[in-house]
């Protein structure tokens, strides 16, 4: 065998189809999603270095800590689906989305009192709240700047996605019941993560379908596609935070534990007539300061009831994304986007 055939052979391998540790299924829509990348991480960076170096420091702070880039990368997917990418306005707006997200970071991590994100100490732990607060306001600064680029429609898009974030904040501190609502504490739950988790990634979603000439109708597809994948996302998350605590999440393990926060796993094994012991539903009834308790509350969880039918509620929420996407246009872009869906829910083990 020749040496061009070893080094051609080499190169198509399933690592070329890995972008950000999803494997993406194609190698050139690989290739070309990472140089997208590249230039996603190159105007992030510098429109964040561009302010005063007190400033910048802060808010660059979890930019270069790292982080999926889970919402750059669903616009610039979603931005391969219409017949004419417009790959200038996609990657602004896939900063705008990632901007948007790393300030509700700041903002969640000094409401939660968080010393931990993505591995490193938080902004409020190593500066101060005020100054973390302030960071998030920077992110939203220079992302409303981004968005004037992309014209009135994208501005509205995200008021729109900010009022969202900001009522499902708010709703998740007021609790089930707000506003009149007839609602148990998994459809509060449910409802909660979809304005604070799902509407940003819809609209990365809506952004890519918009920036490549969709239909209006495939548009509609990729917002609906965003909400699910969102949710499940979330729902995915929360599930990895019990099942493996343990694992390099970059969170503290057992916070939602230690302050009483109830996510979908444990709200199923709360609920009247839920088959799981009665211990676990005592444990979940307060915030545990007992790092003993937090341990054995975690281990009842990982084998519990609620934890499959949160399983299973996941599940429901990819079947719903997938059959967006079995009516979108088939491709190399269709196909990541399913196993993006698919690296979402195997993250869970």
């Known amino acids: 065998m020749s040496s061009d055939s070893v080094t051609t052979g080499t190169a198509d391998t399933a690592t070329d189809h890995v972008v950000a540790g999803v494997d993406v299924g194609d190698a050139d829509l690989a290739a070309a999603l990472r140089g997208r990348l590249d230039e996603v991480e190159k105007l992030l960076v510098s429109r964040l270095e561009s302010g005063e170096d007190f400033l910048s420091e802060v808010a660059l702070h979890l930019v270069t800590a790292g982080g999926k880039r889970f919402r750059p990368i669903v616009t610039l997917l979603a931005g391969e689906i219409g017949p ?28 939660d009192e968080a010393s931990m994100r993505r591995g490193v100490e938080s902004a409020n732990s ?30 509205q898009l ?42 940003l990634i819809a609209a990365a979603a809506q952004f890519g379908g918009e920036y490549s000439g969709a239909t209006g109708e495939q548009i509609a597809r990729l917002r609906r596609f965003g909400d699910a ?45 839920s088959p799981d012991s009665p211990r676990l539903r005592d444990l979940l009834a307060q915030p545990l300061t007992d790092d003993a308790e937090v341990a054995e509350a975690l281990e009842l ?49």
């Open 84 to 111: 004419e990418p417009d790959h200038e306005r996609l990657v602004k707006a896939a900063v705008v989305c990632e901007m948007i997200h790393l300030a509700t970071l700041y903002h969640d991590d000094v409401m």
């Open 301 to 349: 969880l990982r084998v519990s009831d609620g934890m499959r039918r949160a399983r299973a509620t996941l599940e429901k929420y990819v079947d719903d994304a997938m059959a967006e996407l079995d009516a979108l246009p088939a491709g190399p872009a269709n196909e990541a986007l399913r196993r993006l869906v698919r690296f979402t829910v195997d993250r869970v083990g």
């Open 158 to 199: 995200i008021a729109q996605t900010f009022a969202e974030l900001v009522t499902g904040q708010m709703r998740e501190t007021v609790g089930p019941g707000v506003g009149g609502r007839d609602e148990d504490a998994a459809q509060h739950y449910l409802r909660v993560i979809w304005e604070k988790t799902g509407s």
């Open 126 to 155: 190593r500066w101060d709240n005020s100054t973390a607060i302030l960071a998030g306001d920077f992110l939203f600064a220079h992302s409303s700047m981004l968005l004037a680029d992309l014209g009135p429609a994208a501005v």
């Open 229 to 273: 994948v969102g949710i499940a996302f979330q729902i995915a998350d929360d599930i990895i935070d019990i099942a493996s605590p343990s694992a390099e999440s970059g969170k503290t393990p057992g916070t939602d534990l230690r302050e009483g926060v109830h996510t979908l796993p444990m709200i199923y094994a709360m609920e009247a007539g």
